[in-house]
T-cell receptor
Framework: ETGVTQSPTHLIKTRGQQVTLRCSSQ?????VSWYQQALGQGPQFIFQ???????GRGNFPPRFSGLQFPNYSSELNVNALELDDSALYLC???????????FGEGSWLTVV | GIQVEQSPPDLILQEGANSTLRCNFS?????LQWFHQNPWGQLINLFY???GTKQNGRLSATTVATERYSLLYISSSQTTDSGVYFC???????????FGEGTQLTVNP
């Protein structure tokens, strides 16, 4: 039990659509990150939020965007979905970027 | 950016055997974690170990930060240990965890 919950667990979208994935972290976890994991690969960093401000971004286009809310929840939004966006999306949180990072169970996204 | 290499990429064991997984990284880090990913995708945190040695039951890990490597030891392996093991590091100046490609472990009964 990591205290990080994600929804939905599975979803199917059509190319060109938009999707919102949600994450709820433990109280006090001021840092939240999102990762994309394609089949057979390690997770790739999308971006990180610390106290509701983005403070790091990986090599992902602007159509990947996020929000962090004061209640320790966050969202990942992806616009104009492409087939290559099909992946497992993982949310991770911690009390501080230097501390242990805990992952949720992930959201499996399939784009058809 | 920092490079993370894990070895071996695949490992097949008989139940009861011991194994050592290795993680090499190319720069100084202030966070190193080992994860086990189960078949449903959940990344389970095994160790937070930027330096030193830790043990948890049949698992132990050692990180030698000055030589930029970490080892994960699994003793008396069980079929439930099967899955992918990831090493992930965070550079001293960065905000992201960088993952290795993982070690796929299969433990046969």
């Amino acid at each position: 039990e990591t205290g990080v919950t994600q929804s939905p667990t599975h979803l199917i979208k059509t190319r060109g659509q938009q999707v919102t994935l949600r994450c709820s972290s433990q109280s006090g976890h001021n840092t939240v990150s999102w990762y994309q994991q394609a089949l057979g690969q390690g997770p790739q960093f999308i971006f990180q939020y610390y106290r509701e401000e983005e403070n790091g971004r990986g090599n992902f286009p602007p159509r990947f965007s996020g929000l962090q809310f004061p209640n320790y929840s966050s969202e990942l939004n992806v616009n104009a979905l492409e087939l290559d966006d099909s992946a497992l999306y993982l949310c991770a949180s911690s009390t501080d970027p230097r501390n242990t990072i805990y992952f949720g169970e992930g959201s499996w996204l399939t784009v058809v | 950016g920092i490079q993370v290499e894990q070895s071996p990429p695949d490992l097949i064991l008989q139940e009861g055997a011991n194994s050592t997984l290795r993680c090499n990284f190319s720069d100084s880090v202030n966070n190193l974690q080992w994860f086990h990913q189960n078949p449903w995708g959940q990344l389970i945190n095994l160790f937070y170990i930027p330096s030193g040695t830790k043990q948890n039951g049949r698992l132990s890990a050692t990180t030698v930060a000055t030589e930029r490597y970490s080892l994960l030891y699994i003793s008396s392996s069980q079929t439930t240990d099967s899955g992918v093991y990831f090493c992930a590091v965070k550079e001293t100046s960065g905000s992201r965890l960088t993952f290795g490609e993982g070690t796929q472990l299969t433990v046969n009964p």
